[in-house]
Structure formats: structure tokens, C-alpha cells
Nanobody, 125 residues
Framework: QVTLVESGGGLAQAGGSLRLSCAAP????????MAWFRQAPGKEREYVAR??????????YYADSVKGRFTISRDDAKKTMYLQMNSLKPEDTAVYYC????????????????WGQGTQVTVSS
């Protein structure tokens, strides 16, 4: 089963920054619709951001809660997607998951076929 591989999580102070990475070995990365989701303790997994691929100009979309603070991007040559997180808040604390799909770009968990194992992000106040 194909899985994605996240890295870059850790501990940050409120107002700080972290950058997450997501690699997609074994997949045709340049044709993948990709996204980030997160899940806080006791809560459902929620959408964070998504990015189209080059045919769609790598257009990015964001959840309102992270708009203006987070930036999603991709490097097709490195087969890696990124999430630059700035101005972090304690409420950003969660396990962050990357997701990918060959056919669609959506803002719901059920829209993605491939998932990573998650990386913990903890923001202290």
C-alpha cells in the first residue's frame, strides 16, 4: 500500500514557525492533487490547505483558520509538498497529515486515496 511520508513537525512557541514536508514515493507526483489535514486530540480530522498540480497552475486553497499564516507549495522535481506555518497559535496544535489523490481536489477526508502517518505539531503559549 502506497503511503506518503511527512516530516518537519515538532515544538514551537506561539508566534513561531515550522515547515512540514511530504514526500510521495512510488506515485506520479506531478499529477497528484495534494492537501494537508490536521487532527487535534478529541476532534475530527479537518482540512487545512490543498494544492492543484501544474496543469491547474499549482493553485492553492486554504481553510479560513490558516489563511494568511500558512503557505502550501510543491516541488515536482523533488516530489515533495510543503506547508510553511507562520504565526503559529496554540490552537494549531495537532497531528498533521498529508493526503494525495489522482482524480480530485477536495476539502474532505474522503476525497483522498493516499495518506501519510502524520507528524505532531505542538505550539506552546
Amino acid at each position: 500500500q502506497v503511503t506518503l511520508v511527512e516530516s518537519g513537525g515538532g515544538l514551537a512557541q506561539a508566534g513561531g514557525s515550522l515547515r512540514l514536508s511530504c514526500a510521495a514515493p512510488g506515485l506520479t507526483f506531478s499529477r497528484l492533487f495534494m492537501a494537508w489535514f490536521r487532527q487535534a486530540p478529541g476532534k475530527e480530522r479537518e482540512y487545512v490547505a490543498r494544492i492543484m498540480y501544474s496543469f491547474y497552475d499549482n493553485t492553492a486553497y486554504y481553510a479560513d483558520s490558516v489563511k494568511g499564516r500558512f503557505t502550501i507549495s510543491r516541488d515536482d522535481a523533488k516530489k515533495t509538498m510543503y506547508l510553511q506555518m507562520n504565526s503559529l497559535k496554540p490552537e494549531d496544535t495537532a497531528v498533521y497529515y498529508c493526503a494525495a489523490d489522482n482524480a480530485r481536489s477536495m476539502e474532505v477526508v474522503s476525497g483522498y486515496e493516499y495518506w501519510g502517518q502524520g507528524t505532531q505539531v505542538t505550539v506552546s503559549s
